[in-house]
């Protein structure tokens, strides 16, 4: 069945001056966003993480499948299997599964195998992607472009989160199909990103990396 096609009504058109400046102080606050590990447990209600989750899934996505879901763990017992098994896996990875070069490029970050954030956050956020859906009479059906799809809904999610003041992490431990264990997520589904959200601890610091100049990000063909 074919879509009814309905009039696109975007809320405003800036003028060129308006729009030079718009774009370049978005560019600014996104520029503030950092990936921060050190969270306050201060709580966040569970109604601001329904809304920016629901943010996060009006990314486009392949054939408007929409392939994803989004667990929403505050469960201090869940919280607490996670962080073991994550950091069993992170250890295994920092002592012996990362190669030399890797560790090296890690090494001014400051990184280890520890995640205790994985507890203090008050909410993490498990993506699964969902590599493919199953009909009511158990028929499977194929979705397209998942990792594309589920990226952008997580780029949409990381932004949200820095709009309205809050921080994460994209944290990644490797292998993850623990959490399709610990959360019971059913055989479509597979782990693609875990992120502790929340607010910053009071002394929360974060390396002082900087972003790559224009000249070395864009490529422009006038
Ligand atoms: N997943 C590990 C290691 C790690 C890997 C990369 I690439 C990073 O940019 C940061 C960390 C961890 O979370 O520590």
Redesign the pocket.
Known sequence: MNYSHVTYTHSYQLSEENLLKESYSYYQKLNHRRSVRFFSDKPVSELVIQNLIMAASTAPSGANKQPWTFCAISNPEIKKQIRAAAEEE?FK?YNGRMSEEWLRD?AP?G?DWKKPFLETAPWLIVVFKRAYEYDTANKKHQNYYVNESVGLACGFLLTAIHEVGLVTLT????PMDFLTKILNRPENERPFLLLPIGYPADDATVPDIQRKPAEEVVAWYK
Not at 171 to 174: C, E, G, I, L, Y
């Open positions: 992170e990875s890690l970050l990184t944290h990644t431990p490797s």
